[in-house]
């Protein structure tokens, strides 16, 4: 008597569990709590009882031209995540068109995904520098060899490292179709903190 074959998503579920991907996802969800929250306090904070934000972000603005600004966002998205994209967030909320400029930042954040990719495709080619960063990042590169595109997914929508998610995915040469779908998740990152921050700073 033959096997019943499983449907392809409860092996896959299979295949998550066993693999540990819950548990880290569960693990980046509990650690994104604490700093998210963080931050919110500190602006609702810093808000009423320091500097009203609105009026430093003014400052910003009229001090530093919105090219500049950008510029500095997608260097910081392409390599690392250097700084925090709530920050550029916030200052979206007093330009002339909060909408339009929140927008150009998912876009920026995107394309950051896309070089951070690229880069690492172009380190896998100079095997000295691979080397090295395959040591630094080991533990990124068998997470992206085990989950491919949930992990990038996770990378996009969570306060997760995504530009070392993208770099890693670029060193295994993870699909580029597949790759590129993934990361469009990070619109949706924008999306969700774009209303809780501009909430903040009502």
Request: aromatic share 18%.
């Amino acid at each position: 008597m033959s096997r019943v074959k499983k449907p392809k998503y409860k092996l896959l579920h299979q295949y998550y569990k066993y693999t540990g991907f819950y548990s880290f996802i569960w693990q980046g969800v509990k650690g994104a709590i604490l700093p998210t929250a963080i931050i919110v306090a500190i602006l609702f904070y810093v808000n009423y009882k320091v500097i009203n934000l609105n009026d430093a972000i003014v400052y910003i603005t009229q001090n530093f031209s919105d090219f500049f600004i950008f510029g500095v966002f997608l260097a910081s998205e392409s390599v690392l995540g250097l700084i925090p994209p709530d920050i550029f967030i916030a200052w979206t909320k007093n330009t002339d068109s909060p909408l339009l400029y929140l927008s150009i930042l998912a876009i920026l954040s995107y394309l950051g995904g896309v070089i951070a990719y690229f880069m690492g495709m172009a380190i896998a080619a100079i095997p000295s520098i691979n080397h090295y960063l395959y040591g630094k990042m080991t533990k990124h590169i068998i997470n992206m060899q085990k989950w491919g595109g949930f992990l990038i997914a996770v990378g996009a929508l969570l306060p997760l490292p995504f530009a070392i998610a993208c770099l890693a995915a670029g060193m295994i040469n993870y699909s580029r179709k597949h790759f590129f779908l993934f990361a469009l998740l990070r619109f949706f990152r924008f999306i969700i903190y774009g209303f809780v921050i501009y909430s903040a700073l009502s």
